[in-house]
């Protein structure tokens, strides 16, 4: 069974950027598609972007114009380019992999300040 690991959360100041990443276990080549959730305490998941196999992305309107989703599969990880964070982008950040199944991330903290 593939794991997903995340890293590249943290404590960033309103305005800045951050990168995410997701490594995954075996080869991204086989998954349909791959992306972000996020979630902030006292609200429910919240789907982010998407990528897919053949590389067609999707954003949440929250986050459109802003977030940048992308994959190495050379390097069996997806990214999440995030630019102008806002105060209301803090959460737990997690991905998944979809191939018939779901497969989740533990998930990485992300905390903007005002």
């Known amino acids: 069974q593939v794991r997903l690991v995340e890293s590249g959360g943290g404590l960033v100041q309103a305005g800045g950027s951050l990168r995410l990443s997701c490594a995954a276990s075996r080869t991204t080549f086989t998954f349909n598609a791959m992306g972000w959730y996020r979630q902030a305490p006292g609200n429910q998941r919240e789907w982010v972007a998407t990528?897919?196999?053949?590389?067609?992305?999707n954003y949440a309107d929250s986050v459109k114009g802003r977030f940048i989703i992308s994959r190495d599969n050379a390097k069996n990880t997806v990214y999440l380019q995030m630019n102008s964070l806002k105060p209301e982008d803090t959460a737990v950040y997690s991905c998944?992999?979809?191939?018939?199944?779901?497969?989740w991330g533990q998930g990485t903290q992300v905390t903007v300040s005002s």
């Open positions: 990528i897919t196999s053949d590389g067609s992305t």
């Open positions: 998944y992999a979809k191939d018939g199944l779901t497969t």
